[in-house]
């Protein structure tokens, strides 16, 4: 299973505006048959919105793109939002190597964590991320590990789909006092060349449901 995320910071005063086109946007395309999701960033020097569009592998990925490129609708949106952007939105493409193995109710909030390993240093990475989400899972924490496939460096993400700020507060001061936690994040930054980029994000458009097997067949192509 692949996702493209598109990132895109509005200028000032257009939060609002870009909002709803990329809420347009997310509606028609699930509308359509496909799987995106829209978020807000809720802390940081300045807002942005992330459009993530779930596909199962490269192929799908090729047609989705062309499709857009065709649709006069998604020409007629970028002439819409380039007045409303800060800069020209950046994207990037993440394979999931390690789905969830259970079903959750609708993420409301989303803790990502992306760690870029130190030189010839990925595999390593690789095997605590996915040996912990494994652990994890297995206690009922929903957590899930992605690989970049567009960056010129190694880079992982980890990602926790919550209900509310409330649960992710919960988990975090759960964390800090957990020693196996501290160890194992000493271990991991062993082979990092930087510390982790946390981000907290709201989620504005969900997903729509996917059976787990369907994600774990698809991560596994």
Known sequence: MLVQRISYTPAAGKGL???AVLEEVA???QAEGYNLSVSS?????EPQFTVSTRLEDMAAL???RAMVQKDPQSQVRMERTAPLMARAPSSDL???I?????EIPAAKVVQRAEVTPLPGHSNEVRAHLEARATERQAKGLPIVISASMWSGAAR???TVPMGSLVELEALATRNTTDAAVAEWHGRLNQHLATSADVSVAQVI???????VRELATASSR
Do not use: C, D, H, K
């Open 62 to 64: 090729e047609a989705y």
């Open 41 to 45: 960033r809720m802390y940081g020097a």
């Open 156 to 158: 992982f993400a980890i």
């Open 94 to 96: 993440w394979n999931i």
């Open 205 to 211: 458009v969900s997903y729509r449901p996917v059976a």
């Open 17 to 19: 505006a870009l909002r």
């Open 27 to 29: 509606s028609q395309r």
């Open 98 to 102: 390690v789905p969830l193995s259970f």
